[in-house]
């Protein structure tokens, strides 16, 4: 069977990176006889809408042009923060005959006939619900610590010094700074020097190139 990797990360810093869910998806693919055409990598914000989601729609079109038979997520958040967005994209992977593997959750939304399993839309949306809840609870907790915290004249943000000079940034991005002179073009910089696309759009036009 044909299979795809779906991987994406929220932080677009170079602090998160996508390896581990794709090393797991491409285990679990191995171990169960799926070949792997392809694997679709992005670092972009959880807040935003699917139709942002560059890469996300890509994956689709091209699970939906190649006969793909499942893609590969590490978890149902992968495939968006709202509800209304998973059960979206789930209902285009099934009228797609596309089925999808959820790993964490260790779902599938397709039986072993290709038929849309009859419980999957009420399972998906109640851990949806509940995964949504939790983020606007830790979300309200964090305001409310913020609050607290100037409230009692605590200063916020980040530490005196903590804040890069433009040479140590130089010095940090000096290949990245070296492939944009080149002319080299901004995605293939990020893959060179093994950064977030918005890393370099940032280092390019801080340092005018």
């Known amino acids: 069977m044909k299979a795809v990797i779906y991987a994406r990360v929220s932080s677009i810093s170079d602090r998160q990176n996508t390896e581990r869910q794709i090393e797991d998806l491409k285990a679990y693919a191995c171990a169960n006889c799926y070949k792997v055409e392809k694997v679709f990598s992005e670092k972009i914000s959880g807040a935003k809408k699917n139709a942002e989601r560059e890469v996300l729609l890509a994956c689709l079109d091209y699970a939906k042009q190649n006969g793909i038979d499942i893609i590969l997520v590490s978890e149902l958040s992968r495939f968006g923060r709202a509800i209304w967005e998973v059960l979206e994209t789930v209902k285009y992977c099934a009228d797609n005959s596309i089925n999808v593997f959820f790993q964490k959750e260790g779902l599938q939304i397709l039986d072993e006939k290709g038929e849309v399993l009859p419980t999957m839309a009420i399972y998906i949306s109640c851990l949806g619900f509940a995964a949504e809840m939790e983020r606007k609870n830790i979300a309200f907790r964090l ?58 759009q940032r280092v390019k036009a801080e340092f005018n190139l």
Request: net charge positive; glycine share 8%.
């Open 143 to 200: 305001n409310s610590g913020r609050e607290l915290a100037k409230q009692k004249g605590i200063k916020m943000g980040r530490k005196e010094g903590s804040i890069k000079s433009k040479e140590q940034k130089a010095e940090e991005y000096k290949q990245v700074i070296k492939e944009l002179k080149r002319g080299t073009s901004i995605r293939k910089t990020a893959k060179l020097c093994d950064v977030s696309v918005s890393t370099v």
